[in-house]
T-cell receptor
Framework: DAKTTQPNSMESNEEEPVHLPCNHS???????IHWYRQLPSQGPEYVIH???SNVNNRMASLAIAEDRKSSTLILHRATLRDAAVYYC????????????FGTGTRLTIIP | GAGVSQTPSNKVTEKGKYVELRCDPI?????LYWYRQSLGQGPEFLIY????????DSGLPNDRFFAVRPEGSVSTLKIQRTERGDSAVYLC?????????????FGSGTRLTVV
């Protein structure tokens, strides 16, 4: 799998935007970029995924660098419920479904 | 229900006993996955089913672990002769096809404690 690098932890104030970075310098041309988050005592929750173009959904936006070696998950207005561990993952393709999670970024929201 | 359901939510068992953990995927999802998560770590892959067959079981730690999905929907993870090191949260996920294209929906997990 292509490896990802994320900061161990980040803090943000409530009701402000949050930008969570992920580096994936060894990404291949067919690797999708997935983001999941895990709230305390819950299973991981799908947030967003993309290939080349920036993506938006009701939860977040995904900004992908032009060279695809990095991406940023954007939470437009953080709430206390967004406090979680965020995982940036590049799922292997060609039938290999083994996700490698890493340790992710622990996001703390300050009221 | 609308999500992936895992039962029981908590299981305490004695060392050496046999346990079964159940996963009900989202209806119609052909792909099903089992992961294990130890405290403070990200989930680790165990096994992946496409339909009834195990397409990749390379993450199963040893032959005490076995999983089945006989009718292509519900799956059971079976652990024989449990050891204290098996204590973890066991997560199940499903996807309508290859997860890379559709994303993966996870259940809340079964917390297994071996005493």
């Amino acid at each position: 799998d292509a490896k990802t690098t994320q900061p161990n932890s980040m803090e943000s104030n409530e009701e402000e935007p949050v930008h969570l970075p992920c580096n994936h310098s060894t990404i291949s041309g067919t690797d999708y970029i997935h983001w999941y988050r895990q709230l305390p005592s819950q299973g991981p929750e799908y947030v967003i995924h993309g290939l080349t173009s920036n993506v938006n959904n009701r939860m977040a936006s995904l900004a992908i660098a032009e060279d695809r070696k990095s991406s940023t998950l954007i939470l437009h207005r953080a709430t206390l419920r967004d406090a979680a561990v965020y995982y940036c993952i590049l799922p292997p393709n060609f039938g290999n479904e083994k996700l490698t999670f890493g340790t992710g970024t622990r996001l703390t929201i300050i009221p | 229900g609308a999500g992936v359901s895992q039962t029981p939510s908590n299981k305490v068992t004695e060392k050496g006993k046999y346990v079964e953990l159940r996963c009900d995927p989202i209806s119609g999802h052909t792909a099903l996955y089992w992961y294990r998560q130890s405290l403070g770590q990200g989930p680790e892959f165990l096994i992946y089913f496409q339909g009834t067959g195990a397409a990749d079981d390379s993450g199963l730690p040893n032959d005490r672990f076995f999983a089945v999905r006989p009718e292509g929907s519900v799956s059971t993870l079976k652990i024989q002769r449990t050891e204290r090191g098996d204590s973890a949260v066991y997560l199940c996920a499903s996807s309508p096809g290859q997860g890379i294209y559709y994303g993966y929906t996870f259940g809340s997990g079964t917390r297994l404690t071996v005493v």
